[in-house]
C-alpha cells in the first residue's frame, strides 16, 4: 500500500479570494490557472497497520503544524476504505515552501493522486480534484496541466477541468523569487480575514464572472493581449480587497513593486509579457515564448531579487512509483 506521485504549482491568472463555505473549503469565486512544469511537488504515502498514527515529513523535516491538514485528506480517502490503517507521508519541493508559489496546492494535489493509488481507490481525476480542493482551495486546478478552470455550478458545487492542453499554446512563465520566507499570514486566515473587513469585498464578488468569461474567451482564442489584459486586472483587483482590509494585507516587499515596474515598462516596448502576483511577494510573468530570455534577463538585473525561475506549462498531478 505505497505510491509515489508528482504534481507542479499553478498559478491563478483570474483569482481566487474569500471562502463561501469555510467548513467545506467551498471558494466564493471561480479561478483560471495555468499549471507549470519545472516546478514539483512529490509526494509518497505508505499505508501501514503497523503505524499507530499518521507522520509527515515536508522537505526532510517533520511538519507537525501540518499534520492536521495531512491527515484530514486521508480520512477523505480512508473513509472510502473501511478499515485502511495509517499512513506515513513524505513530501519534499524543489522550489520554496509557503512563499507564494502555490506549494500547497501542488502538495495536496500529489498526496490525493498517491494517497488513491496505494489504497486503490480508482477515483475519477474529478473526483480526485474535489478531493484535493477540500484540502486546498487551489490544489483542484493542479489536477489537471495547461490552462484549467474550477467552475462554481448551482447546489454549492465545484467542478474543474482543461480548458486547453500545454501543448495547444506554449506560454512560458518567469518567477522573480523575492523572498524564501514563509508569508506570515497564511492564504486562508487571509481570505476570512478580507471577507470580514474589506470594504472592497462586495465588488470583487460581483465582477468575478466577467472576468473568468473574459479569459475564458481569450485563452481559446490565443488571445495573448486580451488574456493579460484581465489577468493584470485580477491580480491588482485581489491585493486591493486585502490592501482595504482592516488592518490592511501586505504580501508584497519593495522589490515585488520594482518587478512590476520593470514588467509594465517592457509590455510597453512590445515585448509579450504581463505579471501577476499571488498572496506572496514573488512575481510571476507569463511570456510569450520569444519574450521569456529578455523578462528572464530583466528581472535578474533587479536589487531584491534573489533567484529567477523559468517554466512551462505543465501536465497535471501523476503516479510516478509505487
Known amino acids: 500500500m505505497h505510491a509515489t506521485a508528482v504534481a507542479h504549482p499553478n498559478i491563478a491568472l483570474v483569482k481566487y479570494w474569500g471562502k463561501a463555505d469555510e467548513a467545506r473549503n467551498l471558494p466564493a469565486v471561480g479561478s483560471i490557472s495555468i499549471t507549470l512544469d519545472t516546478l514539483v511537488t512529490t509526494t509518497s504515502v ?8 499518521d507522520r509527515f515529513t515536508l522537505d526532510g523535516r517533520p511538519a ?3 499534520l492536521p491538514r495531512v491527515r484530514s485528506c486521508l480520512d477523505l480517502l ?15 519541493n524543489s522550489f520554496p515552501t509557503a512563499a507564494g508559489l502555490a506549494s500547497s496546492a501542488s502538495g495536496f494535489a500529489a498526496l490525493v493522486v498517491a494517497a488513491d493509488h496505494a489504497l486503490g481507490t480508482g477515483l475519477e481525476r474529478a473526483e480526485l480534484a474535489e478531493q484535493a480542493r477540500r484540502c486546498s482551495g487551489s490544489a483542484a486546478r493542479s489536477l489537471f496541466g ?23 499554446w506554449q506560454l512560458q512563465v518567469v518567477i522573480a523569487v523575492t523572498s524564501a520566507e514563509a508569508k506570515a499570514i497564511g492564504s486562508t486566515a ?7 473587513t474589506s470594504p472592497y469585498y462586495g465588488a470583487w464578488l460581483a465582477t468575478s464572472e466577467g472576468d473568468l468569461a473574459a479569459a ?8 495573448f493581449a486580451a488574456l493579460a489584459a484581465v489577468a493584470e486586472h485580477s491580480c491588482l483587483k485581489m491585493h486591493a480587497v486585502m490592501l482595504a482590509s482592516r488592518p490592511g494585507l501586505l504580501y508584497w516587499n519593495g522589490t515585488t513593486v520594482e518587478c512590476l515596474r520593470r514588467l509594465r515598462e517592457l509590455a ?17 510573468a507569463v511570456c510569450l515564448p520569444e519574450a521569456a530570455g529578455r ?5 535578474a538585473e533587479l536589487p531584491g531579487v534573489t533567484e529567477v525561475l523559468r517554466c512551462g506549462l505543465g501536465e497535471g498531478a501523476r503516479v510516478v512509483g509505487e
Not at 487571509?190 to 470580514?196: D, N, Q, V
Not at 523578462?295 to 528581472?299: G, K, M, S, T, W
Open 46 to 53: 505508505r499505508f501501514d497497520r503497523a503505524l499507530p498514527n
Open 78 to 92: 480512508r473513509a472510502r476504505l473501511p478499515g485502511a490503517p495509517r499512513a506515513a507521508v513524505e513530501s519534499t
Open 190 to 196: 487571509g481570505m476570512l480575514h478580507t471577507e470580514r
Open 216 to 223: 475564458r474567451r481569450a485563452i481559446e482564442d490565443r488571445d
Open 64 to 66: 507537525p503544524d501540518q
Open 295 to 299: 523578462v528572464a534577463e530583466a528581472l
Open 146 to 168: 495547461g490552462f484549467v478552470e474550477l467552475r462554481l455550478r448551482p447546489g454549492s458545487r465545484c467542478e474543474t477541468g482543461q480548458i486547453l492542453a500545454a501543448a495547444d
Open 268 to 284: 510597453s516596448h512590445g515585448v509579450g509579457v504581463f505579471f501577476t502576483v499571488d498572496a506572496g511577494p514573488q512575481v510571476k
